[in-house]
Each structure stands twice: as structure tokens, then as C-alpha cells.
């Protein structure tokens, strides 16, 4: 079965995957070699989790930024929606 590269995964796939491989880890019973390759592949997903928050924070900052520039409405709670 050939693994998605992290970059192509959506953050909760990846961060799916990353809970499956601390699990697997902390378990300990696998090879060394295998640790290593799933510690690797651990670090890749990590990266990509923290990229997709940085992007999604950066995202927010600017519909904050937008929204506090907005100029102020008077609400109507008996408007129709």
C-alpha cells in the first residue's frame, strides 16, 4: 500500500496517521529499523500539521483584520433573515 506524501494529506488525515504512529511507537514493539522509518515519517507529518495551522492562523488574522476595518451595522433582531 503506498502512503500519500504528508503535503498531499488533509490536516486530519495526517494528524490521524500521527496519533497512529505515536501509538505504534510507545507500544515498542517494533524493530529498530521500523521506529526510525515511522519517527521519519512522524517528523513529515508533523511538519504538515504545522503548516496547515500557520496557513489557517494567517487566514484568520485576515478576516479579523477585515472585519474590524467593517464599518458597524445597527442589528434588527426582527429582520427576516
Not at 501509538?23 to 504545522?50: M, N, P, W, Y
Request: proline share 2%; with cysteine; charged share 35%.
Amino acid at each position: 500500500m503506498s502512503r500519500k506524501k504528508p503535503e498531499n494529506l488533509s490536516f486530519e488525515e495526517a494528524l490521524s496517521e500521527l496519533e497512529t504512529l505515536v501509538d505504534h511507537l510507545e507500544q515498542g514493539e517494533i524493530s529498530l529499523e521500523d521506529s526510525l522509518k515511522s519517527f521519519e515519517r512522524g517528523v513529515a507529518l508533523t511538519r504538515s500539521c504545522q503548516q496547515a495551522l500557520s496557513e489557517a492562523e494567517q487566514k484568520v488574522r485576515i478576516l479579523n483584520e477585515k472585519t474590524l476595518d467593517a464599518e458597524t451595522e445597527a442589528f434588527d433582531a426582527d429582520a427576516p433573515d
